[in-house]
């Protein structure tokens, strides 16, 4: 039977869920998820807390808690998915700029990296892990973690550049399909 969490650890488990909700958002891509990922690494942590070593990083043992819940429900997963965010797609709306990168696009952009190099941009780049530490919750070398994020940095700029010329050229194309002139709406001035 595990003992009580010390007040100490209670106080700084729950100082720990703006980042876990973060981290698991980007992992999971919806909230209701990211939500429920949460409460179980919060639940694990809490009936694990013994094996907590005081002094140590309490951020990055939550982190590697979710990371692994995270991986084995996706193991698990039975029901339907959509990887290549085609839902997402058919429900996202057209940025009004044509430079302007959405941030429905930049979802779907890291939804089609490899897992690893996703999970290396999360935690380096929008979790503010060092490499050291996000290798350390990854369970690799802080090589690897620096050749996944490396990796992941050109592919998501590859992504969102073939996004936004698609976009472009899609738009060029709607535009010379003839269809007939909108009178331009001219604000009144005076």
Known sequence: MTATPSDDFKRELLGWIPDLRAFARALAGSADQADD?????MLRAWAKSDSFRPGTNMRAWLC??????FYGRRRKKTEAEDPEGTLVAAMAVP??????????E????????????????ILVGASGFSYEEAAQIAGCAVGTMKSRASRGRAELTRHLESSSQTGAAARRADDDAGEPDRPAVVPATG
């Open 95 to 104: 940025a009004s700029q044509e430079h302007r990168i959405s941030l429905t």
């Open 64 to 69: 590697t808690i979710l990371r692994n819940e």
């Open 106 to 121: 930049l979802q779907r952009a890291l939804g089609r990296l490899p897992d690893d190099q996703r999970e290396a941009l």
């Open 37 to 41: 990922l949460v409460q179980e690494t």
